[in-house]
T-cell receptor, first 115, second 113 residues
Framework: GAVVSQHPSWVICKSGTSVKIECRSLDFQATTMFWYRQFPKQSLMLMATSNEGSKATYEQGVEKDKFLINHASLTLSTLTVTSAHPEDSSFYIC???????????FGQGTRLTVV | GENVEQHPSTLSVQEGDSAVIKCTYSDSASNYFPWYKQELGKRPQLIIDIRSNVGEKKDQRIAVTLNKTAKHFSLHITETQPEDSAVYFCAASFSGSARQLTFGSGTQLTVLP
């Protein structure tokens, strides 16, 4: 199956700072990547769909100016949490689905803690 | 959009017994239904999936059934083992393009030794 690498695995930042999370597809080109957020003991909720070469599509209730997504190449999408606050502390995970297959492939996830 | 409901939220079974988790979906256009196992702090792992042109699929101790008419699908785990303890998520999507998965709320399965 496809390999998706996400970095960093965990990060602690101070309130008010920004954090960048990278998601890379290592063995195929991904025109679309998905970013999910998972709070403790809850499900994965889609935040946005990252489209290579164009603007991301955000789900209702997700602030596009706070969660900046850049998909500048076919193998890399980044999520930047700007002006992070403690309520942004969560598990962020990216996903890729290859059009020629049905299975979704996930990155390792990033545990963000804002103090 | 798609809405997936999952029950129960917690399930405890004795080792060796069977476990069943049920999901319903709302979008009749959905045609791909995967099940994931997630351990704490880890990425979801696909354990089995089914497409809408199939009513049942089995892989060793794990099986999934799909009722398209009723829009529900179920995960069956037989001969449960302590290592099956984890959170299980169902999901639904349309597989014809790179569309996102919509996840159920999850089931915490505990297998008691």
């Amino acid at each position: 199956g496809a390999v998706v690498s996400q970095h960093p695995s965990w990060v602690i930042c101070k309130s008010g700072t920004s954090v960048k999370i990278e998601c890379r597809s290592l063995d195929f080109q991904a025109t679309t990547m998905f970013w999910y957020r998972q709070f403790p003991k809850q499900s994965l909720m889609l935040m946005a769909t990252s489209n290579e070469g164009s603007k991301a599509t955000y789900e209702q209730g997700v602030e596009k100016d706070k969660f900046l997504i850049n998909h500048a190449s076919l193998t890399l999408s980044t999520l930047t949490v700007t002006s992070a606050h403690p309520e942004d502390s969560s598990f962020y995970i990216c996903s890729v689905r290859v059009i020629s297959a049905t299975e979704a492939f996930f990155g390792q996830g990033t545990r963000l803690t804002v103090v | 959009g798609e809405n997936v409901e999952q029950h129960p939220s917690t399930l405890s079974v004795q080792e060796g017994d069977s476990a069943v988790i049920k999901c319903t979906y709302s979008d009749s256009a959905s045609n791909y239904f995967p099940w994931y196992k997630q351990e704490l702090g880890k990425r979801p792992q696909l354990i089995i999936d089914i497409r809408s042109n199939v009513g049942e699929k089995k892989d060793q101790r794990i099986a999934v059934t799909l009722n398209k008419t009723a829009k529900h699908f179920s995960l069956h785990i037989t001969e449960t083992q302590p290592e099956d303890s984890a959170v299980y998520f169902c999901a639904a999507s349309f597989s014809g393009s790179a569309r996102q998965l919509t996840f159920g709320s999850g089931t915490q399965l505990t297998v008691l030794p």
